[in-house]
């Protein structure tokens, strides 16, 4: 079984957010790949998008327990993006991502499937 997710979001609703926004809903390695970016706000626009299509398509599956900050996205040795899960889930899932931005928006789709 194959669920999906997408959501894109203005990057300007990340500009001039207080710390206690980003620590609700990032992780500390999230934070510091995004205040390293030129551009940080664009980045967490990306990863904001990312956990939300996640939370979509997790919920295709009736798994409704997963919050922003269950969700972690790294990039891998190829420098792809990923999900890691940080809150165990009775499912067996493998979950694709891909992310993207320029200069006004973010967007992210996710793929998972049931394995």
Do not use: W
Not at 76 to 97: F, Q, S, Y
């Amino acid at each position: 079984m194959i669920k999906v997710g997408v959501d894109i979001e203005d990057i300007e609703r990340f500009t001039g957010k207080s710390k206690h926004f980003f620590d609700k809903i990032f992780t500390e390695g999230e934070q510091e790949y995004c205040t390293q970016k030129a551009v940080p706000q664009a980045s967490f626009a990306a990863r904001f998008c990312a956990k939300e299509a996640v939370v979509k398509a997790l919920s295709g599956f009736g798994i409704k327990d997963i919050y922003y900050k269950d969700i972690e996205i790294f990039h891998d040795e190829n420098n792809c993006p990923c999900v890691r899960l940080l809150k165990p889930t009775a499912e067996k899932l493998e979950i694709n991502l891909s992310i993207s931005h320029e200069s006004h928006k973010a967007v992210a789709f996710v793929v998972i499937e049931k394995c």
